[in-house]
């Protein structure tokens, strides 16, 4: 997988091995359903599969699909059920027929997995030349795969999703997800065996608790993180307030709000950054930065041990108490552990460690 012009940002099916690869405007076969396009002309087809299998407390359920959505609702039942709908858009009955066989869902439970996949039978299209090279919109072929699943809650969820979205209730139970080219809507999730991988698109969630999660080359908004490992690269993210977060960001901007519990941050070649303001109720906090520009508040009504390091960085402070011990600039170095505030509560240790950039502290 590799991402192209975002203006131009369709996937393609080469119709060899059923491998998706994106591919610009000029081939035609797209997985998803543009919105800048008119079907007006094209013949759609649909076709529908269920899956219902029972569950027992500790069986799991895994979710393949790499063309369309996938949506989880929960019921009182103790079974799961798959609701597949695969939708075909063609310039001609016959055409959209055959790419509507070539879709292959299995679904089966083994093991104490109930689990389901779709996948694209390339040897079963009747036309060689679902690729073309046409640019009459016309000419092109869409097709989408969505999953509705139905299941009771407590169940462990697995999911590798591609070009298209998932939609995530309240969660309690252990979850892997893998996603990409696609948006991730989930509510409250917390387990601190989660894992969250996201590539290339959009995340919003509500709030997490507990486990790791992984995104790179897209925007991440989170309005609660707690006990949580959170990398980003290349993109941006924007968390409301933090507890207890262990943040490494790589080529990214955006914000991390009020941090309500310690918070450590690792933050590098990123150029545009802005952390909330700490909390008097933070024990220990970590900033390391490096090639970075970086900017936070204190709290005016707390006590802090600060601790900076700083070797060929900018550092301004605007608190008067200690602005002149610790504002440095790019052609020195500064190491130098200060008592910032006069409040009463027992100080929170402060430890910044900045290399080559510029640190901010309001």
Not at 151 to 173: E, Q, S
Not at 202 to 215: C, E, P, Q, V
Not at 346 to 354: L, Q, R, Y
Request: net charge neutral; glycine share 6%; with cysteine.
């Amino acid at each position: 997988m590799k991402m192209i012009n975002k203006f131009k940002t369709l996937f393609v099916l080469l119709l060899c091995s059923s491998q998706l690869i994106a591919a610009e405007w000029g081939d035609g076969f797209v997985i998803g359903e543009p919105t800048n396009v008119d079907k007006g002309n094209l013949v759609e087809k649909k076709k529908s599969f269920t899956y219902s299998f029972g569950l027992e407390k500790n069986d799991a359920i895994d979710i393949d699909n790499h063309y369309g959505d996938v949506k989880f609702k929960y019921w009182e039942k103790a079974e799961v059920r798959f609701d597949v709908i695969v939708v075909a858009n063609a310039n001609s009955d016959n055409r959209a027929d055959a790419f509507i066989d070539a879709v292959k869902i299995t679904a089966s439970k083994e093991s104490g997995v109930a689990s389901t996949s779709s996948k694209l039978d390339c040897k079963k299209l009747k036309y060689e030349d679902n690729v073309n090279s046409s640019l009459n919109p016309l000419d092109r072929n869409y097709l989408k795969v969505n999953y509705t699943v139905y299941l009771p809650k407590g169940h462990k969820i697995v999911v590798d999703n591609a070009n298209g979205d998932i939609y995530l209730p309240n969660n309690t139970a252990e979850i892997k997800i893998k996603q990409e080219h696609g948006v991730l809507y989930a509510s409250n999730l917390e387990n601190a065996a989660n894992e969250i991988e996201v590539n290339y698109g959009l995340a919003y969630i509500k709030s997490i608790s507990g486990g790791k999660l992984t995104a790179s080359k897209m925007k991440v908004v989170i309005d609660n993180a707690k006990d949580l490992l959170l990398m980003n690269t290349f993109g941006e993210v924007k968390v409301n307030s933090a507890e207890n977060v262990d943040f490494h960001g790589k080529y990214t901007s955006g914000y991390v709000g009020e941090m309500k519990q310690s918070c450590k941050f690792k933050i590098d070649y990123s150029n545009d950054f802005t952390l909330g303001e700490v909390d008097k109720n933070v024990k220990d906090f970590e900033l390391v930065t490096s090639y970075s520009d970086v900017t936070f508040p204190m709290c005016r009504k707390a006590k802090f041990n600060m601790t900076v390091e700083a070797k060929n960085c900018d550092v301004e402070v605007a608190h008067e108490q200690v602005a002149n011990a610790l504002n440095c600039k790019k052609n020195k170095n500064l190491v130098k552990t200060v008592e910032v505030g006069t409040a009463e509560n027992e100080p929170s240790n402060i430890f910044i460690s900045a290399n080559n950039g510029k640190v901010r502290i309001k």
